[in-house]
């Protein structure tokens, strides 16, 4: 065994640990905060890698954005995806990968979290977030978290957050009009945001 695989074997077996710790002390009705979110993303890569699976590239909206990019400290029950990436082109959702599917699915499994845990609930459908189209340049205010080779997560930022909690807000009101007062938009920001940026 190469010195390089050996040190791989090593890290998943400290990762595998510190997943089985956070499992004990876990249930899947439990919201992910910023701890659990990381690691959740580290299984998923971790999963991608040993399954064989392609990279991947996955953009983030709702509250596992405000909490990663450090926008409002709250816990979430999910983690939405708004679009998958390639070399900067984003394309739909839906359906996910089946890669992807399977690795959140063993990461469920690893961290005791929900089914549906990682989902494309913000853009499934015509109805969907991305299928009516996404803010201006949305795509070059993304902010990237890279989990090994295996994943990249995209997360919104606080612009393109407003567009869709002001959405939401509208829609369906409660914690998303508190995650907009948390979001705090500027008056100055207001006519660039209706302007499309």
Avoid at 3 to 23: K, Y
Avoid at 69 to 96: E, H, Q, Y
Avoid at 99 to 119: G, I, K, Q, S, Y
Avoid at 185 to 190: E, L
């Amino acid at each position: 065994m190469s010195p390089g695989r050996r040190h791989l074997t090593l890290r998943m077996q400290l990762f595998i640990v510190a997943i089985m710790t956070t499992r004990n002390g876990m249930n899947a009705g439990r919201p992910m905060d910023h701890r659990i979110l990381e690691m959740a993303f580290e299984s998923v890569a971790v999963r991608l890698r040993e399954n064989g699976a392609d990279p991947i590239e996955i953009v983030v909206c709702g509250g596992t954005a405000l909490i990663l990019t450090g926008m409002v400290p709250r816990t979430t029950k999910d983690v939405d995806i708004l679009a998958l990436a390639k070399s900067g082109v984003l394309r739909s959702p839906d359906p996910l990968p089946d890669d992807l599917r399977e690795a959140a699915a063993e990461a469920a499994e690893d961290m005791d979290l929900p089914a549906n845990w990682l989902n494309n609930g913000p853009s499934r459908g015509e109805g969907g977030l991305f299928q009516m189209g996404l803010p201006a340049r949305l795509a070059e205010r993304l902010h990237s978290q890279q989990y090994g080779v295996h994943l990249t997560v995209h997360f919104i930022d606080r612009v393109d957050q407003i567009h869709f909690k002001l959405y939401a807000a509208v829609d369906r009101g409660g914690y998303h009009i508190e995650d907009l007062r948390a979001l705090d938009p500027p008056p100055a920001k207001s006519k660039r945001l209706r302007d499309g940026l």
